[in-house]
T-cell receptor, first 111, second 113 residues
Framework: QKEVEQNSGPLSVPEGAIASLNCTYSDRGSQSFFWYRQYSGKSPELIMSIYSNGDKEDGRFTAQLNKASQYVSLLIRDSQPSDSATYLCAVFSGGYNKLIFGAGTRLAVHP | NAGVMQNPRHLVRRRGQEARLRCSPV?????VYWYRQLPEEGLKFMVYLQKENIIDESGMPKERFSAEFPKEGPSILRIQQVVRGDSAAYFC???????????FGPGTRLTVT
């Protein structure tokens, strides 16, 4: 079992729809959770961080954390073609004492 | 505020040459991380350093690769006797503390011919 798992996609959604990206992690003691966006040929860019159970909203983005289910998700409302990118979930694992990245989910928003 | 800086952005080396990649973290950040990313693949952790110390090098190949973060100056990732399989994007990231979010530099794209 990988420490951080994401569906590789591609996840295809129409413009204006809600894109839902999911991530599960194995270390129950994980403390910090992050979502990064990476455009093709570019470096990862931090878009959200979440530390406690529940929802955290920032503009069109909402991060959701459920530590009991070891699950973190990212919702993108009113998806735009410019949101097309790979989204990386990252979890700080106390067991490994490092930030562990998932392999990423490729999102394609079509007009 | 300057973010993480990396240079060069693109580096071409012939097989057998040495590659030196530089990373200047965000001002005030003392934690530096190096990652490698092959085309169409995920980020692979290589090494984590604090000033003058290697904290975790569990992702570094045992041979030809080394990293340092001196008291003064940038962090350096050094690859000796490069091979074609070393061709990849190498990203540096920094953070103020170990558990905090990491900020990435633009990367160095290494091509070995």
């Amino acid at each position: 079992q990988k420490e951080v798992e994401q569906n590789s996609g591609p996840l295809s959604v129409p413009e204006g729809a809600i894109a839902s990206l999911n991530c599960t992690y194995s270390d129950r003691g994980s403390q910090s959770f992050f979502w990064y966006r990476q455009y093709s040929g570019k470096s990862p860019e931090l878009i959200m961080s979440i530390y406690s159970n529940g929802d955290k909203e920032d503009g069109r983005f909402t991060a959701q954390l459920n530590k009991a289910s070891q699950y973190v998700s990212l919702l993108i409302r009113d998806s735009q073609p410019s949101d097309s990118a790979t989204y990386l979930c990252a979890v700080f694992s106390g067991g490994y004492n490092k930030l562990i990245f998932g392999a990423g989910t490729r999102l394609a928003v079509h007009p | 505020n300057a973010g993480v800086m990396q240079n060069p952005r693109h580096l071409v080396r012939r097989r057998g040459q040495e590659a030196r990649l530089r990373c200047s973290p965000v001002k005030g950040h003392s934690h530096v991380y190096w990652y490698r990313q092959l085309p169409e693949e995920g980020l692979k952790f290589m090494v984590y350093l604090q000033k003058e110390n290697i904290i975790d090098e569990s992702g570094m190949p045992k041979e030809r690769f080394s990293a340092e973060f001196p008291k003064e100056g940038p962090s350096i990732l050094r690859i000796q006797q490069v091979v074609r399989g070393d061709s990849a994007a190498y990203f540096c990231a920094s953070s103020p503390n170990l558990v905090d979010e990491q900020y990435f530099g633009p990367g160095t794209r290494l091509t070995v011919t």
